[in-house]
């Protein structure tokens, strides 16, 4: 039999490239979340900085960053200078890598509560390998998570993306999704974010089946939340006095709000910390760790967590180049809240000139921007208002941003993430891009 040819001349424009690659990749791009954001094909050639650019040659101003590693922008030459050397050198071996010493260091020193880590590949595993881990450490099977915050894609913790297939925002977030085992859902217990009622009733009804509370700090996967003043130190108290675990997603939040995470920003002390995104610099990696004695498990190969790709030394070199340069650069946090509160007081005047109803709320460099129906009556730094947010017209804005060259995330729940490369001009090509779009919507 002859091997049949396959042909690899590539189309030459977005709508074309994406149509032919729908035919071999499932819906166009490897993650649904992704794919459900596609209006226009935007199908890429490059990034760089804060850039990317598309196979017809346009150029964007990019502000959702492939969903926040890049702090210092695309492409930054030390870290990627740093993973090329290592590449070289060998990526993945399966033996212990001197780099692995540094890198836990690094860790150790950045996040208040980490002593000891382990290195997945992506946010889903580690938080998966995570609450096996607490699972097992306390003997329980109990989760409890919060409305709107998102854990990634693994049994227990999945929850339905707020957009659907054609552009309607659901305003909740349903637990499962079709072909997952039903009975998994029976082991987490979801909560709205914010409530000291339901977090005290969900502990007084379950308080010794609970394994494990987990929670992003700071929400970023629901329009930017943060936690009402001492939310976070109740659910610290009654875990504490439960005997559960409080485990922070700081997928979002690590090296990304400070240095030390949210964690440093809240002053409460998780049990249990997953990071990933800014910690690789843009490329995959993620890691799960707490103090000596909560690994102990993993450490005497009691708990199960492994992967061949785990903690290659590609990735690893990547931690390390973007730690070092973090913690040499500490400044970068103030630089970055300076920046971005500049971009939210022009937005804030540019949605307020059009006669537009939005919600903006920030913490650093992550940032969220969404088209309400009517102007939010709540304080926008503790309610999501998802049931306010005019979804339609806000991918009506993308489209128009899109096409004028600024590219951000047609569903509103997903957040800016600026970076190092956003510099004051292109922080003004954003404003006035969206104050043009804003007139022509
Ligand atoms: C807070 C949070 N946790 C977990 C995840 C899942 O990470 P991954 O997509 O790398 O599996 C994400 C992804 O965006 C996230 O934002």
Request: with cysteine; net charge negative.
């Amino acid at each position: 039999m002859t091997q049949a040819t396959v042909n690899i001349t590539a189309p030459a424009t977005n709508d074309q490239l994406l149509d032919a690659t729908m035919k071999v990749i499932a819906g166009g791009g490897s993650s649904n979340m992704r794919n459900l954001g596609i209006q226009t094909p935007l199908v890429l050639d490059r990034s760089g900085g804060c850039r990317i650019w598309d196979v017809e040659g346009n150029e964007l101003v990019d502000v959702n960053m492939g969903y926040g590693p890049h702090l210092f922008g695309y492409a930054d030459p030390d870290i990627l200078g740093a993973v090329a050397d290592q590449l070289r050198l060998g990526a993945v071996t399966g033996i212990p890598h001197r780099l692995d010493h540094e890198a836990g260091e690094l860790i150790a020193a950045t996040v208040p509560t980490i002593e000891q880590v382990r290195f997945a590949q992506s946010g889903s595993e580690a938080i998966a390998s995570t609450l096996r881990l607490a699972r097992f450490v306390t003997g329980r099977t109990l989760v409890v998570t919060f409305e709107g915050h998102y854990h990634g894609w693994s049994e227990t913790v999945l929850r339905k993306a707020a957009i659907t297939n054609n552009g309607e925002g659901s305003t909740r977030a349903v637990p499962g999704a079709p072909g997952m085992i039903p009975e998994a859902l029976a082991h987490t217990l979801q909560i709205p974010w914010n409530d000291p009622e339901a977090l005290d009733a969900v502990f007084r009804e379950h308080g010794g089946e609970i394994a494990a509370v987990i929670l992003e700090p700071i929400c970023g996967n629901a329009g930017v939340v943060h936690p009402r003043p001492g939310f976070v130190e109740r659910i610290a108290d009654l875990t504490a006095r439960h005997g559960a675990l409080l485990v922070f997603d700081e997928v979002i939040t690590g090296f990304r709000v400070a240095l030390g995470g949210a964690q440093e920003l809240l002053s409460v002390r998780p049990d249990l910390t997953i990071l990933s995104k800014v910690l690789g610099g843009g490329f995959p990696v993620a890691a799960f760790g707490g103090s000596r004695e909560m690994m102990e498990p993993l450490a005497r190969n009691e708990a199960f967590h492994a992967g061949v790709f785990a903690g290659n030394h590609a990735a690893v070199g990547a931690v390390v180049a973007t730690l070092r340069k973090l913690r040499a650069n500490p400044s970068v946090y103030d630089t970055l809240e300076t920046d971005c509160a500049y971009l939210e007081r022009r937005l804030t005047e540019v949605f307020a000139a059009a006669n537009r109803p939005v919600r903006i709320a920030r913490c650093g460099s992550v940032m969220s921007v969404a088209l309400l129906t009517k102007p939010q009556e709540t304080d926008p730094r503790y309610d999501a208002a998802v049931s306010l947010i005019d979804f339609a017209a806000h991918r009506r804005l993308q489209l128009l941003c899109q096409d004028a060259g600024l590219y951000f995330h047609p569903n509103p729940l997903e957040p800016w993430f600026l970076s190092t490369a956003h510099t004051r001009d292109e922080l003004d090509t954003v404003v006035q891009t969206i104050g043009e779009a804003l007139a022509r919507l």
